[in-house]
């Protein structure tokens, strides 16, 4: 099993550039949460999908952050424009329903100048 | 609201126990669960309580007390590896979402 897959690893971009982030989750599971983790915040829950739903976006920052999720293996977080104070660490994680565990991905290291 | 309080840092030596504790807020409780980050990694899970008592996994277990809004990790037999940051995290309802604390960063030295 590949694991949770991000992609890219790492995003430096200027201020006022559309940013998108790519998650491809665990086969099989059914939610997908996606991350956002700085010093300052530590690591907040931006929006999590239930078989491809969005059930939960309360924690998105702003109108600028937008997540979908075409199909069950496939999702985006785009950022448009990005701000400075969007450079963070966005991780996603996937699991099985309502099972406890999470698997993250390798986290996106976003920095925005 | 919702908020989780743990110590921002533990220093302890390879070969002792350590317990990190979490205390939380929430509007509903449906259970407790540790990760582990080390530095640069994403966090991996290690353990949830889900009711009262003590969950031995190996050399990690953890603690669930409802009635004071409490738990803990402990950590025993302590090695290089265990230095990473521990991060408590609350189930507030019957779904998938995660409210995680702040962290706290184990240094174990030799």
């Known amino acids: 099993d590949a694991g949770v897959i991000q992609s890219p690893r790492h995003e430096v971009t200027e201020m006022g550039q559309e940013v998108t982030l790519r998650c491809k989750p665990i086969?099989?599971?059914?939610?997908l949460f996606w991350y956002r983790q700085t010093m300052m915040r530590g690591l907040e829950l931006l929006i999590y999908f239930n078989n491809n739903v969005p059930i939960d976006d309360s924690g998105m920052p702003e109108d600028r952050f937008s997540a979908k999720m075409p199909n069950a293996s496939f999702s985006t977080l785009k950022i448009q424009p990005s701000e400075p104070r969007d450079s963070a660490v966005y991780f996603c994680?996937?699991?099985?329903?309502?099972?406890?565990?999470?698997?993250f991905g390798p986290g996106t290291r976003l920095t925005v100048t | 609201g919702q908020s989780l309080e743990q110590p921002s840092e533990v220093t302890a030596v390879e070969g002792a126990i350590v317990q990190i504790n979490c205390t939380y807020q929430t509007s509903g409780f449906y259970g407790l669960s540790w990760y582990q980050q080390h530095d640069g990694g994403a966090p991996t899970f290690l353990s949830y309580n889900a009711l009262d008592g003590l969950e031995e996994t190996g050399r990690f277990s953890s603690f669930l007390s409802r009635s004071d809004s409490y738990g803990y990790l402990l950590l025993q037999e302590l090695q290089m590896k265990d230095s990473a940051s521990y991060f408590c995290a609350v189930r507030s309802s019957n779904t998938g979402k995660l409210i995680f604390g702040q962290g706290t960063t184990l240094q174990v030295k030799p």
């Open positions: 086969s099989g599971h059914n939610s």
């Open positions: 994680a996937s699991n099985v329903g309502a099972r406890w565990e999470q698997y």
